[in-house]
């Protein structure tokens, strides 16, 4: 991810999300030495486009993945699948040994694409995103498909 990226990914969030992160949240991360930020790109009417991004941590041999979203339109195309696969290769790579995230219990796409990738329910946090608690779901790389 660029700067020049962060309209598109604003407007992504926005779209996304109730509570959406704004600029400052990216503008942070991006000056964040442990922060790590990418995009993936589709095709919309013949043209590329972004089409999401991920945002995650890497201290000490662990990772937390702070922010997934792929844009409306582009759910359920294997997006998600292909950037997850894409930063956790890159992360077994780097001597990560467990990756850490948080998913509302109701996101059933997003539980479903962790499961896959081998992520276990850890714990609850109550009402982390307010209105809604959170699932910990973590990943040994050891148990990695």
């Not at 992160?21 to 790590?36: C, G």
């Not at 956790?88 to 539980?111: G, I, P, T």
Request: no cysteine.
């Amino acid at each position: 991810m660029a700067e020049k990226d962060i309209d598109l990914v604003l407007e992504i969030e926005t779209e996304a999300y109730d509570r959406p992160w704004v600029r400052e949240h990216f503008d942070r991360e991006f000056e964040n030495p442990i922060a790590y930020m990418y995009t993936v790109k589709g095709t919309f009417e013949g043209r590329e486009t972004l089409a999401g991004y991920i945002v995650f941590w890497v201290v000490y041999g662990e990772a937390h993945i702070l922010n997934i979203t792929i844009k409306d339109g582009f759910r359920r195309q294997g997006l998600g699948l292909y950037l997850m696969l894409h930063v956790l290769d890159m992360m077994k790579a780097n001597r990560v040994d467990d990756v850490f995230l948080e998913v509302r219990k109701s996101n059933r796409a997003a539980l479903e694409l962790y499961r896959k990738l081998n992520f276990k329910e850890s714990y609850e946090r109550k009402k982390y995103y307010g209105d809604e608690d959170a699932i910990v779901m973590r990943l040994v790389f050891n148990e990695y498909i």
